[in-house]
T-cell receptor, first 115, second 116 residues
């Protein structure tokens, strides 16, 4: 299997549930990302992991918790979400270099609905 | 901080015609790059084309080309000979730089609809 995969593709959860999104890349990349895409808004960066270091957007609520056990796997743990968290969650990976060329390869996304 | 502006929320084009999708950007970096991605209704972001700020020629990839005007800070995407399968959202993006580890900043996107 190649590229970036995400599971599940669709998720419906209640506000009291705990769930996790999974992302896996088979490209040998050294950086992985979580983006959130809400309706009528640009993609928003949530978290970056590179070389096992996490960099996050300070506006991400603590109900979102990332985990990156190795360079190929990235998780997003969800708990006590709100309806406004309903969105498409996209995972991406890239190979960081010194140049400005940083093509990111995206997974198909997880469509999350919070009831 | 980088900023990407796409002023066309939606565009229509007839099949087989060319279309230009606008993108302007703002950055204080001397060296940077611009990306264009396509997002079909399935959701996956598909890389289309890249332009480096020091590239002397405008980038081309098949039916896609970039009209890069550095002085005007614009990097418009030109799609030639539009096909029905080109109907999708199109996003312009550039690396954030700094502690963002080059995650991308995206514009708000343009929805392109190709009509038969």
């Amino acid at each position: 299997e190649t590229g970036v995969t995400q599971t599940p593709r669709h998720l419906v959860m209640g506000m009291t549930n705990k769930k996790s999104l999974k992302c896996e890349q088979h490209l040998g990349h050294n950086a992985m990302y979580w983006y959130k895409q809400s309706a009528k808004k640009p993609l928003e960066l949530m978290f970056v992991y590179s070389l096992e270091e996490r960099v996050e957007n300070n506006s991400v609520p603590s109900r979102f918790s990332p985990e990156c056990p190795n360079s190929s796997h990235l998780f997003l743990h969800l708990h006590t979400l709100q309806p406004e968290d309903s969105a498409l969650y996209l995972c991406a990976s890239s190979r960081l270099t010194e140049s400005s060329y940083n093509e990111q390869f995206f997974g198909p996304g997880t469509r999350l609905t919070v009831l | 901080a980088q900023k990407i502006t796409q002023t066309q929320p939606g565009m229509f084009v007839q099949e087989k015609e060319a279309v230009t999708l606008d993108c302007t950007y703002d950055t204080s970096d001397q060296s940077y790059g611009l990306f264009w991605y396509k997002q079909p209704s399935s959701g996956e972001m598909i890389f289309l084309i890249y332009q480096g700020s020091y590239d002397e020629q405008n980038a081309t990839e098949g039916r896609y080309s970039l009209n890069f005007q550095k002085a005007r800070k614009s990097a418009n995407l030109v799609i030639s000979a539009s096909q029905l399968g080109d109907s999708a959202m199109y996003f312009c993006a550039m690396p954030r730089g700094g502690t963002g580890r080059r995650a991308l900043t995206f514009g708000s996107g343009t929805r392109l609809q190709v009509q038969p």
